[in-house]
């Protein structure tokens, strides 16, 4: 099963690794034992995060003569066929980046190696940094990202709307009436911008949640065998139709481009966003506030678990482990969050860092991660559950029957894991 799950794998690159000549030169030595230990990274196009890796890397480096850690970035957009490919070929390198809720699907497959690292390192760790299957720890992230309603205080006032707190969020229906008082006046063209040209992992990542807020999921977690019940029953129901009433309404824009610019250009009164998009708002508008998320009857809930670090199965592992002994320090982790903006996966981090310092501007994203965060479903089935839900959620959004395109969803999710054998559930 495994061997079949990469060939599909490696069939749907389309020769991705072919088209960059670097490739060869780095997996020669992947999974050396000669001392070398190659890195790959996503972020090619990020040179802020690579300058923070080559420091890292730097830091190891000098402080023993045993190894020698070196770093490839790849463009984000092929990074992982490159990854699935190269461990066709048996050419993996030593330690790379993973989306977090690809870590199950890329352990089960057989990419990595669980970690061996001190818990006293990881325990400090925020829980959705932290990447697991079947029990056993994979990798971990030096960031974290939180979403959050973005608003104007002002906006919310003139509109005679209560300012939520964590203490007590928006209620669904207080959600509603805000939404409704906030174009009463027509100053506004939309309530709330969803993003919802920004497709792919995002759709999952900020959509779900609220399914999960209204009682379904996307999977029954208590034997990760089925959607069936989770994602098509009454509750996915219930956010199905609202979320579809949101666009059908005119209350949110259909095709609202990526990055909040509906917001950001005045034309929506809030949107829900991530916390990379916090410092550029607040450089907008003076007043802006970043509220939690609205309670649909089971908890305010937003997505967890971003990219981390792991060690392949290709690796020298005491080496690879040392290198991420070293990654994981307090020092590196704020280090990431101060180039990138994002959230630091440790407390000790946080208050070396200006925005999420217990003072800091946007300590509530730290708040609002311990306090909210939901996993994607830490199952090899989520990259079959991110596609089918993002394409059939475009499908509720633009006008298609709620209930047809839950069940349609099941079919696919449920259908692929029968032919996985349950991927190891």
């Known amino acids: 099963m495994q061997r079949r799950h990469l060939m599909k794998l490696a069939a749907a690159t389309g020769g991705a690794a072919l088209a960059y000549p670097s490739l060869a030169a780095c997996t020669a030595s992947g999974g050396s034992s000669d001392g070398e230990l190659v890195l790959w990274a996503h972020n090619a196009g990020s040179p802020l995060e690579i300058a923070v890796t080559e420091d890292i890397i730097k830091a190891f480096n000098s402080a023993q003569d045993t190894y020698k ?37 890329w352990a089960w497959a057989g990419h990595l ?3 061996d690292v001190p818990t006293e390192i990881t325990d400090k760790f925020l829980p959705s940094t932290l990447g697991k299957f079947q029990g056993e720890l994979y990798s971990v992230g030096h960031w974290e990202a939180a979403c959050s309603i973005f ?62 807020s209204f009682g379904g999921d996307l999977i029954d977690r208590s034997s990760y065998l089925k959607s069936d019940g989770a994602l098509n029953g009454a509750e996915a129901l219930a956010w199905g139709q609202w979320f579809q009433g949101l666009f059908t309404s005119g209350l949110a824009n259909v095709e609202s481009p990526g990055g909040a ?33 609205p309670d649909f009857g089971n908890g305010p809930k937003i997505g967890g678990g971003s990219w981390q670090w792991a060690v392949t199965s290709a690796a020298d592992a005491t080496g690879a482990n040392s290198w991420m002994e070293t990654a994981l320090s307090d020092e590196f982790v704020a280090d990431y969050a101060n180039q990138t903006g994002l959230i630091p996966a440790t407390d000790a981090a946080a208050e070396l860092t200006e925005n999420y310092a217990t003072d ?15 996993l994607r479903p830490e199952t090899p089935a989520y990259t079959v559950i991110a596609s089918v839900f993002s394409q ?34």
């Open 69 to 105: 850690a070196t770093l490839e970035p790849f463009p984000q957009d092929v990074y992982n066929d490159t990854v699935n490919a190269a461990a066709l070929s048996g050419e993996l390198p030593d330690l790379l980046t993973v989306d977090g809720p690809n870590v199950p699907n």
């Open 113 to 115: 190696q669980p970690l």
């Open 151 to 212: 608003a104007r205080q002002s906006v919310l006032e003139a509109a005679d709307v209560r300012i939520p707190t964590m203490e007590q969020p928006w209620t669904r229906e207080e959600f509603d009436d805000a939404l409704k008082q906030l174009v009463a006046d027509g100053g506004y063209q939309w309530a709330i911008d969803f993003s919802t040209a920004d497709t792919g992992e995002w759709y999952p990542y900020a959509f779900s949640p609220f399914l999960q």
């Open 261 to 293: 610019e509906d917001f950001m250009q005045g034309k929506a009164a809030m949107a829900f966003h991530g916390n990379w998009g916090a410092l550029p708002a607040m450089d907008l508008y003076d007043d802006v506030l970043f509220l939690p998320p």
């Open 360 to 374: 800091g501007a946007l300590r509530m994203m730290v708040d609002y991660s311990k306090a909210y965060a939901v």
């Open 392 to 425: 059939y959620t475009g499908d509720i959004i633009h006008g298609g029957d709620v209930q047809e395109s839950l069940d349609a969803m099941v079919s696919e999710i449920d259908a692929d894991i029968e032919s996985n054998s349950g991927y190891g559930f």
